[in-house]
């Protein structure tokens, strides 16, 4: 499994499809048979607590993109401060059984793990 992090609007997406992904492999939110997960974090926030149950259907992607959300300010509302954790910790696990880990920066891939 590839993890692709970054920035929101970092070229993410743009690197993914780079490495022969089309539209039609990848899917926006939701777990399914195509091999290219996009926005984990949109899943993540929408049920922080249960994030761990996402992870070994995780692994079995191909590629799995998240936008970076623990960054800049502290959310002030306690739901969006549980599920930037929750992200960042699933993150943690993903880059760490994943093959590679690429960080986007203004469409610039970084390989910080391979």
């Known amino acids: ?3 692709v992090i970054g920035a929101i609007a ?5 690197y993914v499809k780079s490495l022969g992904y089309s539209d039609s492999d990848i899917a926006d939110g939701v777990l399914d048979e195509r091999p290219v997960l996009n926005n984990l974090q949109d899943m ?3 049920d922080p607590a249960g994030s761990d149950k996402l992870y070994d259907a995780l692994l079995k992607k191909e590629v799995v993109i998240c936008n970076e959300v ?3 300010i502290i959310p002030f509302q306690r739901t969006d401060r549980e599920a930037r ?7 943690n696990r993903l880059a760490q059984a994943a093959e590679r880990v690429v960080r986007l ?3 610039i891939p970084i390989v910080i793990k391979e």
């Open 85 to 91: 954790e929750a992200t960042g910790r699933l993150c």
């Open 70 to 72: 623990g960054s800049g």
């Open 105 to 107: 920066v203004c469409g």
């Open 1 to 3: 499994m590839i993890l």
């Open 10 to 14: 970092s070229g993410k997406l743009e």
């Open 44 to 46: 993540v926030f929408s």
